[in-house]
């Protein structure tokens, strides 16, 4: 990984990379902690942001480059394209070829149903790491450790809402993952009740 450090780092620039690595270092922990692979954990973190580029142009012409087809959902909510164009990029360019891993990074802006705790563990790193600020924050951050779904629940809520507020297109996969996280975690603690 490291030796596409400069590749990455011209790309997206300094401030994303140094977000990148503080995206890792989260995803490390919360991997160790929920005893999952931590060489999956740092290569999605890694990658995750691989295609990050505020250039719309340089986003369309990347994605002409390796084959993404533009939907509807990413042409009204481009901030998304990023996400699915570095899973492109990371299995093409990087030689990522786990398709978990490659989930990870595909979805660790919009989510998706049913996510595996690989793509739990990048959105809410990339969600919650260190020099993000808002209200609230840090107590995500601890329910990051003891509930992962409800963590993802909130960092889904909240980014709906915050979508909402700022008038911007809401995707059908951020809406289906937090339905579907809400229904999981209702459906649990029903159980716990009986």
Same mark, same amino acid.
């Given at each position: %990984?490291?030796?596409?450090?400069?590749? @990455?780092?011209?790309?997206?620039?300094?401030?994303? #990379?140094?977000?990148?690595?503080?995206?890792?270092? %989260?995803?490390?922990?919360?991997?160790?902690?929920?005893?999952? +692979?931590?060489?999956?954990?740092?290569?999605?973190?890694?990658?995750?942001?691989?295609?990050?580029?505020?250039?719309?142009?340089?986003?369309?012409?990347?994605?002409?480059?390796?084959?993404?087809?533009?939907? #509807?959902? %990413?042409?009204?909510?481009?901030?998304?394209?990023?996400?699915?164009?570095?899973?492109? @990029?990371?299995?093409?360019?990087?030689?990522?070829?786990?398709?978990?891993?490659?989930?990870?990074?595909? #979805?660790? /802006? /919009?989510?998706?149903?049913?996510?595996?705790?690989?793509?739990?563990?990048?959105?809410?790193?990339?969600?919650?790491?260190?020099?993000?600020?808002?209200?609230? @924050?840090?107590?995500?951050?601890?329910?990051?450790?003891?509930?992962?779904? %409800?963590?993802?629940?909130?960092?889904?809520?909240?980014?709906?809402?915050?979508? @909402?507020?700022?008038?911007?297109?809401?995707?059908?996969?951020?809406? +289906?993952?937090?339905? #579907?996280?809400?229904?999981?975690?209702?459906?649990?603690?029903?159980?716990?009740?009986?």
């Amino acid at each position: %990984m490291e030796e596409n450090k400069e590749e @990455i780092l011209n790309l997206v620039g300094k401030t994303r #990379y140094e977000h990148i690595l503080r995206v890792k270092d %989260m995803a490390l922990d919360l991997a160790k902690h929920y005893n999952i +692979s931590v060489e999956k954990a740092e290569k999605a973190a890694y990658y995750h942001d691989c295609a990050k580029s505020r250039d719309y142009d340089k986003l369309k012409e990347l994605s002409k480059q390796y084959g993404l087809k533009l939907t #509807y959902d %990413m042409q009204k909510a481009p901030k998304i394209i990023h996400a699915f164009l570095g899973a492109l @990029i990371a299995e093409k360019k990087y030689g990522v070829n786990d398709p978990e891993i490659l989930d990870a990074i595909r #979805y660790h /802006t /919009t989510g998706r149903e049913n996510m595996s705790l690989l793509e739990k563990i990048i959105f809410v790193s990339d969600y919650l790491e260190p020099a993000r600020k808002f209200e609230g @924050i840090d107590e995500i951050r601890k329910l990051a450790y003891k509930d992962i779904d %409800m963590a993802l629940y909130k960092c889904l809520d909240r980014t709906i809402v915050y979508l @909402i507020e700022k008038e911007e297109y809401l995707v059908s996969e951020t809406v +289906s993952a937090r339905n #579907y996280i809400m229904e999981k975690l209702k459906w649990q603690n029903s159980l716990r009740h009986l």
